[in-house]
């Protein structure tokens, strides 16, 4: 079983910066596709960025050269560096993972769809302030 546990969230100012992470607990597999999303009162869910085992990333327009996501393989934990923060970006964020290997057929589908993803943290709260 495959546990994921996000930290680092807070308050912070516009145009500050928050790293958050993710750790990965339980048995993994060398392939892997991960994401974070976010969520704000009254909003769907939305992908912010992915990463796949290659480490090739996504990331959702609004956040380009802004965000940045990475993975320590050691730590088996994930990264989402947020720097120049706007209170859009005010949600509750939340990681994610897929694993191939769990699946029949590869799915072919985007890296922001929702239910790609079998694994979900509880999320950490991301507040901007103006």
């Known amino acids: 079983q495959v546990k994921l546990v996000e930290s680092g969230g807070g308050s912070v100012e516009a145009g500050g910066s928050l790293e958050i992470s993710c750790i990965i607990f339980?048995?993994?597999?060398?392939?892997?596709?991960m994401a974070w999303f976010r969520q704000a009162p009254g909003k769907e869910r939305e992908g912010v960025a992915a990463?796949?085992?290659?480490?090739?990333?996504s990331y959702l327009d609004s956040v380009k050269g802004r965000f940045t996501i990475h993975k320590d393989v050691i730590k088996n934990t994930l990264y989402l560096q947020m720097n120049s923060l706007k209170p859009e970006d005010t949600a509750m964020y939340y990681c994610?993972?897929?694993?191939?290997?769990?699946?029949?057929?590869?799915?072919?589908?985007?890296?922001?769809?929702?239910?790609?993803?079998?694994?979900w943290g509880q999320g950490t709260q991301v507040t901007v302030s103006s």
């Open positions: 990463i796949d085992s290659d480490a090739s990333t």
């Open positions: 994610a993972a897929e694993y191939p290997s769990e699946r029949r057929t590869p799915y072919g589908g985007s890296w922001q769809d929702i239910w790609r993803y079998t694994y």
């Open positions: 339980g048995y993994t597999r060398s392939r892997y596709y």
